[in-house]
């Protein structure tokens, strides 16, 4: 059976009254998209943020009749004018699996692969990194992860002790893993990050080297590389007790940068390493450095 969606093109301020009036008149579920080409970045505590230009899409059962909601939405708006509203037929498809074909194995190097579980490795020879997309951040389609792990695909890491600040879905902690580091202090401050990284790495076959913990679990380590994929903002709160957990030349990788936050991370953390050129993808950086 096919559904129905009525979608309403609103802006910011107003797509909280359509998502409600959708939801209390028979909406099986109400979705917000981007109608333009806005990002959003992390927001503040407490703050729900849309997009200057938003979709408002109720999904309805094929035999609503949505002619007369929309009068309904009219007559509840008032003296407002409604938004730009359209109809939409939804094919009826198995939603459980519709969703994972969006999802292909990623090549970040020559021989390394992100690979979703239900695909099979395009090379398994190659270090194949098993990753589904989840609740924690990082399934490795973003630049910030494929600058991370591009970074590790090219560096020597057998018996290195490694930081993966910010785990999220573990996927750096992995990858370092499988690329031969000896230990991965994998830490975040979102427990639910924690329980992913830990699954994930069960099921890539590298828990035992893998050791998970809130950022006040691992107070005095020192180590060979510390990589943090997070903004720029705790970036700069934590460089110095960043730079207290890498040993003399060894390596910091940031990642999760803008263009117009470098000058400041850079300076902020030239206090304690020797700063490498920048690297770019899709507008996002990564900044390395080594130890004095």
């Not at 059962?61 to 938004?83: F, M």
């Not at 990194?129 to 560096?155: E, K, N, R, V």
Request: glycine residues 6%.
């Amino acid at each position: 059976m096919p559904w129905l969606q009525l979608i309403f093109n609103t802006t910011q301020q107003e797509c909280p009254l359509y998502s409600d009036i959708l939801s209390n008149n028979g909406a099986l579920s109400v979705t917000l998209e981007d109608a333009g080409d806005q990002p959003i970045y992390e927001p503040l505590p407490g703050e729900t943020p849309h997009w200057p230009d938003t979709r408002v899409i109720g999904l309805f059962d094929a035999d609503t009749n949505l002619d007369k909601l929309v009068a309904l939405v009219k007559e509840q708006i008032k003296p407002k004018i409604i938004a730009q509203w359209q109809i939409e037929e939804l094919e009826d498809r198995d939603w459980t699996t519709e969703w994972t074909k969006d999802f292909h194995p990623i090549q970040i190097a020559s021989d390394l692969w992100i690979c979703p579980s239900w695909c099979e490795p395009p090379e398994s020879e190659a270090t194949n990194i098993y990753m589904d997309p989840g609740l924690a951040f990082g399934s490795g389609t973003h630049a910030t992860t494929y600058l991370c792990m591009s970074w590790l695909a090219q560096h020597q890491l057998s018996e290195m002790d490694m930081v993966d600040y910010g785990c999220g879905s573990g996927i750096l902690a992995i990858t370092a893993a499988k690329l031969g580091a000896k230990q991965i202090w994998a830490i975040d401050n979102d427990p639910q990050a924690l329980i992913s990284t830990r699954d994930n790495a069960k099921n890539n076959t590298v828990e035992d080297v893998i050791y998970t913990g809130l950022p006040d679990s691992f107070e005095d380590l020192l180590v060979d590389v510390l990589m943090a994929n997070i903004l720029a903002l705790p970036l700069v709160e934590l460089a110095e007790k960043f730079a207290n957990m890498v040993k003399p030349h060894g390596d910091i990788v940031l990642s999760g940068i803008l263009p117009d936050q470098v000058d400041f991370i850079t300076k902020t953390y030239a206090q304690w390493f020797e700063i490498k050129p920048i690297t770019v993808k899709d507008n996002w950086i990564r900044i390395e450095g080594t130890r004095r």
